[in-house]
């Protein structure tokens, strides 16, 4: 699958080709799930919930997000921990059996 690259602030960009970026395979997958987790902690009423339960959501959609990208036999794990400095914001990390990680920080 091949996606648009998004920017941090979730705008689209030009590439050194001037043509607009594209992710393809484990960066898609990547970038959706910081999309996915992101639009959790914007449009829910997440801040409603104890931090235990937060984290829980937190990993249940990452997981169905690699679920939907077929990437679920490639990850030995999911981290989700509070992040140290900003009490609204949330570490979410990725382990891949190939011994690599992703790790993003979300935020409302």
Do not use: C, W
């Amino acid at each position: 699958m091949l996606d648009l690259a998004l920017d941090s602030d979730f705008s689209v960009f030009l590439d050194a080709s001037n043509d607009l970026a594209t992710v393809s395979g484990r960066e898609q997958f990547e970038q959706s799930v910081v999309i996915m987790l992101t639009e959790l902690m914007r449009n829910s009423a997440i801040g409603e919930f104890d931090q235990a339960t937060i984290e829980q959501k937190l990993k249940l959609e990452a997981s169905r997000v690699a679920r939907q990208h077929d990437r679920i036999s490639e990850i030995s794990g999911i981290r989700v921990e509070p992040h140290d400095e900003n009490p609204h914001a949330y570490v979410v990390g990725i382990d891949y059996k190939s011994n690599e990680v992703f790790e993003e920080t979300i935020s409302e």
